[in-house]
């Protein structure tokens, strides 16, 4: 690595065929930087969707670029969810970059990678 910075490292390595496995932790200067798969359609802000009712894996349904939501689906087809008042659809609202959080962008934006900056 050289001199460089180790948060150009992390976004350089950010590739899909690593992230989609594991996470990756690099310590420096008194700062832990964790970077982690968000690829849009199974786990779009680096956490794995599921039914809130069933618990199943959700299904990718859409992705609504104006309103920067992803919509899924739960995979259950049966009358569980309008018995419970539950949609069988819903809305995840995308992480966008905010101060300790910078989300890393492939082309086309669905390969995504969350870099996470948190003080020691």
């Not at 609202?93 to 959080?101: A, C, I, K, P, R």
């Amino acid at each position: 690595m050289g001199c460089e910075d180790i948060e150009k490292v992390l976004k350089r390595c950010a590739q899909v065929d690593l992230l989609s496995h594991a996470s990756v932790l690099a310590w420096e200067r008194g700062a832990l930087l964790h970077l982690k798969g968000a690829a849009l359609c199974f786990r779009p802000n680096g956490v794995e969707i599921r039914c809130g009712l069933c618990n199943q894996p959700a299904d990718y349904y859409r992705w609504v670029d104006d309103l920067n939501v992803v919509v899924f689906r739960c995979r259950v087809e049966t009358d569980e969810h309008t018995i419970a008042n539950v949609p069988r659809k819903w809305a995840i609202s995308l992480l966008t970059t905010g101060d300790n959080l910078e989300v890393v962008e492939a082309s086309l934006g669905r390969c995504r990678s969350i870099l996470t900056r948190v003080a020691v």
